[in-house]
């Protein structure tokens, strides 16, 4: 299965939104998914628009425009929250969650290939 960076940004927001289920105190989490929220325009793109843009250009620059393995975005998706996690979101008090660990509650290898295969 091959999966392009619109698909994966949707799967990594729906996974970060389970993931809210079992941390609803996290207020990093909160943010961040409130903001990726792929849901709320018509077209690609999130909520706030940069969130999505920051996640594609970060694509582009590691995949150019290919479609990649279910792996391969799955293994983007965690290196780029992780990048999130000490940038952006990195204002969260200590003992908050953070994205990456969220979504590794969440989306292990199996599951996320699931998920990407019914989107």
């Known amino acids: ?6 698909d994966s940004f949707v799967a ?4 970060l939104d ?6 609803p105190k996290s207020e990093r989490l909160r943010t961040f998914a409130s903001e990726a929220n792929p849901f709320l325009w018509k077209g690609e793109g999130s909520a706030d628009p ?10 582009e620059k590691e995949f150019g425009d290919r479609k990649v393995t279910a792996l391969e975005a799955r293994q983007f998706v965690r290196s780029h929250l992780k990048t999130q ?11 908050d ?14 599951i996320w290939e699931e998920a990407l295969s019914e989107s």
């Open 1 to 6: 299965m091959q999966v392009d960076v619109y």
């Open 12 to 15: 990594m927001y729906q996974a």
């Open 18 to 23: 389970a993931a809210f289920d079992e941390h």
């Open 50 to 59: 940069a969130v999505y843009i920051e996640f594609e250009q970060a694509w």
């Open 85 to 95: 996690d000490e940038g952006e979101y990195a204002f969260a008090p200590a003992g």
């Open 97 to 110: 969650v953070t994205l990456a660990e969220a979504f590794d509650s969440v989306a292990d290898e199996k």
